[in-house]
């Protein structure tokens, strides 16, 4: 299957700031990559479609203005967390969408807004 | 109602036990069903794939479809303490550029 790269594993910031996360496809040409949210316990929660030189679909209750998508290559997706809040820790999640439709995962990253 | 509800657990189980984690489902336009294993603290890994109703094993795993049940289950024989993590089960439509529904999770605990 795919290998998905995630970049910061972690990360801590102060309430206020944005903070981009990486997702990288590294052997598979993503035309669609997917972002999900993970609070503690639950389960995966997806926040929108990030589709290759295009507009990012999002989920509804998802503010597209907070939560900004760019998936300028076939490789690389990024997800800017603008003026972070404590509500907004969370572990995020990227996938890639094989041929068939399952989803590859990358390791997920652990952002905490003090 | 959940599109995809999934038996919530948590399970605990001694090694050596089967398991089985099950999931329903309401929506008929399902056709492809999936399994994917999280550990604490990681992103999901895909462990079963399947499309059609019936049984599809890959060494101690077998999924299996009943389609006019709408449920699947995954059956883990010869459970070991590794297997111990969260057992999520996804569906997606044909077509829907990837977009899966996926269950709760299960929390499942092999003790040794």
């Known amino acids: 299957g795919a290998v998905v790269s995630q970049h910061p594993s972690r990360v801590i910031c102060k309430s206020g700031t944005s903070v981009k996360i990486e997702c990288r496809s590294l052997d598979f040409q993503a035309t669609t990559m997917f972002w999900y949210r993970q609070f503690p316990k639950q389960s995966l929660m997806l926040m929108a479609t990030s589709n290759e030189g295009s507009k990012a679909t999002y989920e509804q209750g998802v503010e597209k203005d907070k939560f900004l998508i760019n998936h300028a290559s076939l490789t690389l997706s990024t997800l800017t967390v603008t003026s972070a809040h404590p509500e907004d820790s969370s572990f995020y999640i990227c996938?890639?969408?094989?041929?068939?439709?399952?989803?590859?995962f990358g390791p997920g990253t652990r952002l905490t807004v003090l | 109602q959940k599109e995809v509800e999934q038996d919530p657990g948590p399970l605990s189980v001694p090694e050596g036990a089967i398991v089985s984690l099950n999931c329903t489902y309401s929506n008929s336009a399902f056709q492809y069903f999936m399994w994917y294993r999280q550990y604490s603290r990681k992103g999901p890994e895909l462990l079963m794939y399947?499309?059609?109703?019936g049984n599809k094993e890959d060494g101690r795993f077998t999924a299996q479809v009943d389609k006019s049940s709408k449920y699947i289950s995954l059956f883990i024989r010869d459970s070991q303490p590794s297997d111990s993590a969260t057992y999520l089960c996804?569906?997606?439509?044909?077509?829907?550029?990837?977009?899966?529904?996926f269950g709760d999770g299960t929390t499942l605990t092999v003790k040794p």
């Open positions: 996804a569906m997606k439509e044909v077509g829907n550029a990837g977009k899966s529904t």
């Open positions: 399947t499309y059609s109703s």
């Open positions: 996938s890639v969408s094989g041929l068939a439709g399952e989803q590859f």
